[in-house]
């Protein structure tokens, strides 16, 4: 039998969206239609590997427990990422906005910068940002850095604080930049305590407002995609109030946030779009505020 039956053996078309809502109500993950076998293959897995026959037996050990709710979760995520998964972000960062970020916070006392990347997976975007960081801003070791590192995923930050990674992970990291930010161990490439000192990972759910600070930047790339339209206005409205005036946001590629009633500039550098945050002299000057809308 298959899902469009209603039926997914051993699952009920009702108890798949009883548990389609508890996910989607407590982490803002939506599974719509094009989704739809993904989410079904993943809890009957975990229906198999928690020796259940039915549905309802899941549906009340995840009610329970917060335990088995997590282990739903996990296999639930899509945490898929690499190292400057998109160059032209990365770019970005180092050509226009860390200069400009310099250029405002250069006479600071001290000078910090505060990053956070929401939605961190196993910590490549992270420490992505920090290699950019210590490679292009000038004597960025005179600065604190402070790259906060979320995700609702414990496995996953797990792999992120222990910072080895091999294969295709590291495939758009240079051979340059392997032999100065890297250390050769078994299994792979481990992150050199010069980077892992200004990241700081923490579990964390977008779907709850924790107060994180003001922040200069916020990466929060191939996240949103998974949330309803509800659920992203908020985020992004979020965001906005947490970031500096003239700070930035990144979104992944396919994430506009073209239509939301949020007050971004949104400037388009090659391949890629930025949202900056406008001062409040900006905002007073409606033209500024378009950058980039053409
Ligand atoms: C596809 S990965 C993106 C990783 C990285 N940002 C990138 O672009 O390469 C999406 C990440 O968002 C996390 N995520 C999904 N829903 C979340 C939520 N409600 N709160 C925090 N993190 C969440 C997932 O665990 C996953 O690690």
Redesign the pocket.
Same mark, same amino acid.
């Not at 995520?77 to 690499?82: K, V």
């Given at each position: 039998m298959t899902e469009r039956q209603g039926h997914v053996q051993g699952l009920s078309e009702h108890e798949l969206s009883e548990i389609r809502m508890l996910i989607e109500e407590r982490? /803002?993950?939506c599974f719509d239609e094009s989704r739809e076998r993904f989410f079904s293959t993943r809890v009957l897995e975990q229906l198999r590997v928690k020796g259940m026959e039915r549905g309802t037996d899941l549906l009340r050990a995840i009610r329970k427990s917060n335990i088995e709710y997590e282990a739903l979760l996990e296999r639930l995520?899509?945490? @898929?990422? %690499?190292f400057f998964?998109y160059p032209a972000v990365y770019e970005a960062f180092e050509k226009r906005v860390l200069p400009e970020l310099h250029a405002k916070k250069f006479w600071k006392n001290p000078r910090t910068l505060r990053i956070w %990347?929401? /939605?961190? %997976?196993t910590g @490549? @975007?992270p420490y992505s940002i920090a290699i950019t960081i210590a490679d292009s801003l000038s004597f960025a070791d005179a600065w604190n850095v402070d790259i906060l590192a979320?995700?609702? /995923?414990r496995h996953?930050l797990k792999q992120a604080e222990r910072g080895v990674y091999s294969g295709r992970s590291i495939a758009s990291v240079s051979e340059k930049q392997l032999s100065a930010h890297f250390a050769e161990v078994s299994g792979g490439y481990h992150v050199k305590p010069r980077l892992r000192k200004m990241v700081s990972f923490a579990q964390?759910?977008?779907?709850s407002a924790v107060y994180v600070g003001r922040m200069d930047m916020i990466?929060?790339?191939?996240?949103l995609i998974?949330f309803s339209e509800e659920r992203r206005r908020a985020l992004v409205q979020r965001f906005f109030d947490t970031l500096e005036p003239g700070g930035y946001l990144f979104l /992944?590629h396919s994430e506009s946030i073209s239509k939301m009633p949020v007050k971004f500039q949104a400037i388009v550098l090659n391949d890629c779009i930025l949202y900056r945050k406008p001062t409040a002299e900006e905002l007073q000057k409606p033209e500024l505020v378009a950058e980039g809308r053409a």
């Open positions: 982490t /803002g993950i995520l899509t945490q @898929e990422t %690499s998964r %990347s929401a /939605g961190c %997976s @490549e @975007e979320t995700d609702v /995923g996953a964390m759910n977008l779907a990466f929060c790339m191939n996240v998974y /992944g």
